[in-house]
């Protein structure tokens, strides 16, 4: 049903840049909203991203602010996260989700697992 791909690879030296996409199989997003996640060993869950589909808003971690960008396409069954500047601390595992819940708590339990949609994880290393 949905699928975390990477398209430019999941290797990367720091400084460079990769992107991944979120794509529906059968379906559109919507009105849903689509975050991306990413988890590294010995860490907490952080919510990376996240996108609306109704209205495009957006929501960015602080930590990636200006350096990623999320966005749909036209015909919203895909949702893109450009990653830029990549550092080494955030080699994690990626993964996307989809739901209901509004953006703003990406980072909550409730938000978390209220995701009604999920793509598997994609490992990103960022080497120094």
């Known amino acids: 049903l949905m699928c975390s791909c990477r398209r430019w690879g999941g290797l990367v030296q720091a400084g460079g840049s990769l992107r991944l996409s979120c794509a529906a199989f059968?379906?559109?997003?919507?009105?849903?909203?689509i975050a991306w996640f990413r988890q590294a060993p010995g860490k907490e869950r952080e919510g990376v991203s996240c996108i609306s589909a109704s209205d495009g808003s957006t929501y960015y971690a602080d930590s990636v602010k200006g350096r990623f960008t999320i966005a749909s396409d036209d015909a919203k069954t895909a949702v893109y996260l450009q990653m830029n500047s990549l550092k080494p601390e955030e080699t994690a595992v990626y993964h996307c989700a989809a739901g209901s819940q509004p953006c703003v708590n990406i980072d909550s339990d409730t938000f978390y697992y209220s995701m009604h949609y999920w793509g598997k994880g994609t490992q990103v290393t960022v080497s120094s």
């Open positions: 059968g379906f559109t997003f919507d009105n849903l909203n």
